[in-house]
């Protein structure tokens, strides 16, 4: 259902951004961008728990990465866009697409990367803080 949602949405995002659409209704947008934190931080957490039970302590990296894992999505889907829909050719607009695209990529992947590692920085404090050493 997530995926539909951010699917449908980096659509018209991405029509919107390339000239063959005008407007993209921002509400709805912060509405996806919410809803893609709370997902990222929720598998996150979840993995970073599996992380943990299986007693390797060194999840730092590890939830760097899960956070980081929807930019994936999002180039992935620039790169279909650009096959299947743009209708661009050549190599100015190639490399000018494939350019802007990998730093936007690069940027979710900064945003969701740092709500993955502070979510699961929040939940490991919360749960080793309730462990009595005696």
């Given at each position: 259902?997530?995926?539909?949602?951010?699917?449908?949405?980096?659509?018209?995002?991405?029509?919107?951004?390339?000239?063959?659409?005008?407007?993209?209704?921002?509400p709805i947008v912060l509405m996806v961008?919410?809803?893609?934190?709370?997902?990222?931080?929720?598998?996150?957490?979840?993995l970073i728990y599996l992380t943990l039970?299986?007693?390797?302590?060194?999840?730092?990296?590890?939830?760097?990465?899960?956070?980081?894992?929807?930019?994936?999505?999002?180039?992935?889907?620039?790169?279909?866009?650009?096959?299947?829909?743009?209708?661009?050719?050549?190599?100015?607009?190639?490399?000018?697409?494939?350019?802007?695209?990998?730093?936007?990529?690069?940027a979710v992947f900064l945003m969701m990367?740092?709500?993955?590692?502070?979510?699961?920085?929040?939940?490991?404090?919360?749960?080793?803080?309730?462990?009595?050493?005696?």
């Amino acid at each position: 259902m997530d995926l539909v949602i951010h699917y449908i949405e980096l659509h018209y995002l991405y029509l919107s951004m390339w000239g063959q659409y005008g407007h993209v209704p921002f509400p709805i947008v912060l509405m996806v961008v919410l809803i893609l934190i709370a997902v990222t931080s929720c598998i996150t957490i979840s993995l970073i728990y599996l992380t943990l039970s299986q007693e390797n302590h060194n999840w730092w990296w590890r939830s760097i990465k899960f956070g980081g894992t929807s930019s994936i999505f999002v180039f992935g889907y620039s790169l279909y866009y650009y096959i299947m829909e743009s209708g661009m050719s050549g190599t100015l607009q190639t490399t000018f697409f494939v350019g802007y695209n990998l730093v936007i990529a690069f940027a979710v992947f900064l945003m969701m990367s740092t709500v993955g590692f502070l979510s699961s920085l929040t939940f490991v404090k919360n749960i080793y803080s309730s462990i009595k050493c005696e």
